[in-house]
Each structure stands twice: as structure tokens, then as C-alpha cells.
């Protein structure tokens, strides 16, 4: 509970969950809140911004504010789900190789530093390319194979810290369990960064899925912020003068991007006291 106290009395962390909160509601709404449905092409084409049409229509006739509207629900599903698998593998990850050490910990490593220095997004490009099937379900596995190992080395050096401190030491004199031990006496005092790893992942899969499905390596059919941009491109948004096609999506993915981003100084102020007068 003081916890989120603290995390809320931050004006940044507080304007950074008001951000997810609504993006959170136009979601789960989208139903109410789109005047049409995203895949409608009942309308003339490539339309200005009207009372009708908010953000006009795209090159075959469909509403793109309620493909925005829509889009919504995809990009941050994918962005959430896509962030909680990077973490909860990087949490594997690094408790295992931090606390056992010895071989598993160089075999761990060495596959973590592997992953790490290569570029991220030719990585998820090549991945996703020699995949035989496109979607969604493709999207969150190859960004979630590539974007567990930063976190997964700041969790270990981390552990690395933790496990020689007393009441670990203490732990292990009266013989409990390495279950115990990492479950019980590490793992609570690793929450603050294990959150912000999370908001971390978030950040990059919402922005990886967008430049995946915008290179055409996802489901083009599918309705999230990523299509719309690769439509849009594919169609000459910008020489056509249908701007807002491609800057309403840009902006909602450098807003999603931003709100985790300020939740995260809450976090560090949790994780840091030393932080807290300067919230």
C-alpha cells in the first residue's frame, strides 16, 4: 500500500497511468466508441477529416478513426502480453544463472550476451521473416525470444547482490531450500525492478510490433496501430495529403510509449528513496 502511495504522488508516474488508463478504456470500449466498423469500405475514399469521418478514410474507403479506435485494442494487448513474457523469462533467467551460478550461470550468460549483441530489430526482422505462417501469435513470439536478455542480466547482477546478503546467508544456515530462498527472500526485494523491466519490455514490444506489422511481416488483415501505418505507407498517405493516416497512429504508439515510461519514474522511486524529494 505505501507503495502505490508513493507511486502516485509522483506527477509523472500519476500522468503516465492516466495515458494507459485511457487507452486502457478506449479497449475495452471500442465497440461503443468507433462510429463504424474498422473494416468497413462503404465510404468514398481517401475523405478529408469531416464531422463525419474524424480522421477522413483511407485509399479503399474505410474509417480511420475507427481503425484507430480499434487498433487500440490490439497494439496494447500485444504490447502487455508480449512485455509480461519478456519478463517472466528474464526472471527465469536471471534468478536461475544469478543464484546457481557455476556452469549454468556461463551457459545462461553466454546465450544472454548473444542475444544482446546483436540488433535487436534485424533479429525479430530475420526471425519473423523465415516463419512460414504470419499473425499476431508470430509477433509475440519473436519479439519475445528477442527481448528477454537486457533484463534477464540486470535481474542476475541483481541476485548476484542478494544472495550474499545476511538474511539470505541466514536462510541457508538453517537449511532451507533454494526453492525458499529464491521464491521467499529474493524475489519480494526484486519487485521495483522486475515492474520497471516490465514497463521496459512493454515500451519496446508495443514499438517492435509496429515496426514489424509496418514492414509487412505480421497479419496485414489485422486492425492494430502497425497495420494502419503499413497501409498507409503502402498507399502513399503523405503524397495523397491524408497526413492524419499515418501521424494519429504514430502518435498514439509515442503516447502508449511515453505513459509507460513515466510510470516507470513512480518505480524508481520505490526502488531509490533517495529519489523521492525530486518527484
Known amino acids: 500500500m505505501r507503495s502505490l502511495v508513493i507511486f502516485f504522488k509522483n506527477n509523472k508516474a500519476l500522468s503516465g497511468f492516466i495515458i494507459l488508463l485511457i487507452f486502457v478504456i478506449i479497449a475495452i470500449f471500442a465497440p461503443f466508441i468507433s462510429p463504424y466498423s474498422p473494416t468497413s469500405k462503404s465510404f468514398l475514399p481517401l475523405q478529408p477529416p469531416s464531422r463525419a469521418h474524424l480522421l477522413g478514410t483511407d485509399a479503399t474507403g474505410q474509417d480511420i478513426f475507427s481503425q484507430v ?20 523469462i528474464a526472471i ?20 544472454t550476451n548473444a542475444i544482446l549483441v546483436i540488433p535487436g530489430l534485424p533479429l525479430m526482422i530475420v526471425i519473423a521473416s523465415y516463419f512460414p505462417i504470419r499473425g499476431t501469435s508470430v509477433i509475440i513470439l519473436v519479439i519475445s525470444l528477442t527481448g528477454w ?3 534477464a542480466r540486470v535481474l542476475r547482477s541483481q541476485v548476484l547482490s542478494l544472495k550474499e546478503r545476511e538474511f539470505v546467508l541466514s536462510s541457508k544456515m538453517l537449511g532451507e531450500s533454494p526453492f525458499h530462498i529464491i521464491f521467499v527472500d529474493i524475489l519480494p526485494n526484486m519487485l521495483g525492478i522486475i515492474f520497471a523491466n516490465f514497463f521496459g519490455a512493454t515500451v519496446s514490444a508495443v514499438l517492435s510490433e509496429a515496426g514489424l506489422e509496418f514492414l509487412g511481416l505480421g497479419d496485414v488483415n489485422a486492425i492494430s496501430w502497425g497495420t494502419i501505418l503499413f497501409w498507409a505507407q503502402n498507399n502513399m498517405a503523405l503524397y495523397l495529403g491524408a497526413w492524419q493516416w499515418i501521424f494519429i497512429p504514430g502518435l498514439c504508439i ?12 513512480g518505480v524508481d522511486e520505490i526502488v531509490n528513496p533517495k529519489l523521492r524529494s525530486r518527484g
Request: avoid cysteine; aromatic fraction near 10%; proline fraction near 0%.
Open 254 to 265: 509515442s503516447l502508449l510509449g511515453v505513459s509507460f515510461a513515466l510510470m516507470n519514474f
Open 92 to 111: 527465469s533467467i536471471g534468478l536461475i544463472s544469478g543464484y546457481f551460478g557455476g556452469a549454468v550461470d556461463n551457459i545462461l550468460m553466454l546465450i
Open 149 to 151: 536478455a537486457w533484463g
Open 69 to 88: 479506435i480499434w487498433g487500440t485494442r490490439l497494439s496494447l494487448s500485444v504490447g502487455m502480453l508480449t512485455g509480461a513474457i519478456t519478463t517472466l
